[in-house]
């Protein structure tokens, strides 16, 4: 079975850009997770989506967005780029328990944008 | 907020010997989940361990096991039998109970010497 797969593997923008990153989560998991890893730090919560709704948000900026489509794949958009947001942003993908949160995150290999 | 804190950036062990690297963590809550997380070079994060907050008996894992100390907060990670292929940064990880997000410490890079 296919992991959590994520696009594009790598990217490079510029100050001011718009950019968007994609997540197919395991097939049968409807929660999907964003997070910004920042080179030499743990991994940031960013989103949580289940069934198409938000979930949870971390303390980002309105700059950052995301949605979650009717296949559960979502879409990670951050506008007016700054040279400060150049990190690994991995996406996670669970199941969802009722009463019992998260199950399990399962992350794919993340998306490298680097902001000139 | 919960925090979670790892205080060792690096540490390294000899091949088939075992190594401890430590965690602490910060939270008002009785209900929660701790994880060990390994990310190699690859850059996907692999769950390596999950303690659930409510047990007593530690996590255990094959070569992997944890020393979880509820009262004084700390979850350390013991690697037994150490392999070349456990070379990774390893992070520890908080969870609330009913909740979705993780609450990530700043990572342990483990060097493993043949």
């Known amino acids: 079975d296919a992991g959590v797969t994520q696009s594009p593997t790598h990217l490079i923008k510029t100050r001011g850009q718009h950019v968007t990153l994609r997540c197919s989560p395991i097939s049968g998991h409807k929660s999907v997770s964003w997070y910004q890893q920042v080179l030499g730090q743990g991994p940031q919560f960013i989103f949580q989506?289940?069934?198409?709704?938000?979930?949870g948000r971390g303390n980002f900026p309105d700059r950052f967005s995301a949605r979650q489509f009717p296949n559960y794949s979502s879409e990670l958009n951050v506008n007016a780029l700054l040279l400060g947001d150049s990190a690994l942003y991995l996406c996670a993908s669970s199941l969802w328990h009722r009463g019992r949160g998260t199950g399990e995150l399962f992350f794919g290999e993340g998306s490298r944008l680097t902001v000139l | 907020a919960q925090t979670v804190t790892q205080s060792q950036p690096e540490m390294s062990v000899q091949e088939a010997e075992t190594v401890t690297l430590s965690c602490t963590y910060d939270t008002s809550e009785s209900d929660y989940y701790l994880f060990w997380y390994k990310q190699p070079p690859s850059r996907q994060m692999i769950l390596v361990i999950r303690?659930?907050?409510?047990?007593?008996q530690n996590a255990t894992e094959n070569r992997f096991s944890v020393n979880f100390q509820k009262a004084a907060k700390s979850f350390s990670l013991k690697i037994s039998d150490s392999q070349l292929g456990d070379a990774a940064m390893y992070f520890c990880a908080y969870r609330s109970g009913g909740g979705s997000r993780l609450t990530f410490g700043e990572g342990t890079q483990l060097t493993v010497n043949p």
């Open positions: 303690q659930e907050a409510y047990k007593q």
């Open positions: 989506y289940y069934e198409k709704e938000e979930r």
